[in-house]
């Protein structure tokens, strides 16, 4: 089981976008993968999943590797559906979990959350992509106006980022498994208060993870909060699927469901929305 730790924001902004290809997608700066897939080919990817990755052809590496680098469809999904659904962030506390390029958390974010927390299994997917993420659209630093390639960082640092320190005063990164990240965060010497919204995108292909998914958002999940999970219906050559976790929620008789939207392009996939029974 992979140990949790926390990542600290560098106090030097442009150090984190220093090098790093932006592009765009729904409005949003992401880091280009395969820029930081050549970058990490050196020391940047101390757990060498990187290499391991483009070594295999695989987007997935149990326990090694779970996908963090690549922005996954359902992604795109839940964020057309908080449009839709006018799922409101302000003032609200959230996790991204299983952030990988953190999309998610940063819709959360610029709806004006009150706190946004990020998590990955693979520290080298929150310091390359998660964290430059963050950086670039949430603050002037990565500004993706027209007034500049969003592809080159800024050459000088300019003045104070507005809003930065402010927007990332608001989150907090983490990686490391489910258990061990939920644990670090339940024993902590900060101050933590449960999430209000807990953010989870094609987190259920392994069925194996499912009882450890479970146990994370009935420790983190405040009473009344809401869980929003989207996903393919079935996962093909993994197994897993919705309504086999449909099912393991069923049996653990904590939490009631329902499916909020389903989509019928390509192959099926749909988003459920998750709370505890006895919430209001």
């Known amino acids: 089981v992979?140990?949790?730790?926390?990542?600290?924001?560098?106090?030097?902004?442009n150090k984190v976008l220093e090098n790093k290809v932006m592009e765009?997608?729904?409005?949003?700066?992401?880091?280009k993968v395969s820029a930081v897939e050549v970058a990490c080919s050196g020391d940047a990817d101390s757990e060498g999943i990187?290499?391991?990755?483009v070594s295999s052809h695989s987007d997935l590496i149990p326990g090694v590797y779970e996908g963090g680098l690549k922005i996954w469809e359902c992604t795109f999904d839940l964020m057309d559906y908080f449009s839709e659904a006018e799922?409101?962030?302000?003032?609200?506390?959230?996790?991204?979990?299983?952030?990988?390029?953190?999309?998610?958390?940063?819709v959360a974010l610029k709806g004006k959350a009150e706190r946004v927390h990020f998590q990955d299994y693979n520290s080298t997917v929150i310091d390359e992509i998660t964290l430059p993420n963050?950086?670039?659209?949430?603050?002037n630093q990565g500004s993706s106006g027209e007034d500049r390639k969003a592809s080159k960082p800024p050459a000088k640092r300019p003045k104070k980022a507005e809003g930065s320190p402010d927007v990332l005063s608001k989150c907090r990164f983490f990686s490391g498994a489910w258990s061990e990240v939920t644990q670090l965060l339940l024993n902590s010497n900060k101050p933590f208060s449960k999430y209000d919204i807990i953010l989870t995108s094609?987190?259920?292909?392994?069925?194996?993870?499912?009882?450890?998914?479970?146990?994370?958002?009935?420790?983190?999940?405040?009473?009344?909060?809401?869980?929003?999970?989207?996903?393919k219906v079935h996962y093909f050559g993994v197994g897993g699927g919705i309504y086999l976790f449909e099912k393991l929620i069923e049996e653990r008789n904590v939490f009631r469901t329902s499916i909020v939207k389903?989509?019928?392009?390509g192959l099926q996939r749909c988003i459920m929305e998750i709370a505890f029974k006895d919430s209001s």
């Open 134 to 139: 963050v950086v670039a659209n949430c603050t």
């Open 50 to 53: 990187v290499s391991k990755s």
């Open 87 to 106: 799922i409101q962030f302000a003032n609200k506390t959230v996790l991204d979990l299983g952030c990988g390029a953190g999309l998610l958390g940063i």
């Open 202 to 231: 094609e987190t259920i292909y392994n069925p194996e993870y499912y009882s450890a998914l479970h146990d994370t958002l009935a420790q983190l999940l405040d009473k009344n909060g809401r869980v929003y999970l989207a996903s």
């Open 262 to 265: 389903t989509i019928d392009q």
């Open 2 to 13: 992979k140990a949790a730790r926390e990542h600290n924001i560098p106090k030097d902004l």
């Open 24 to 31: 765009t997608v729904l409005g949003l700066c992401h880091v």
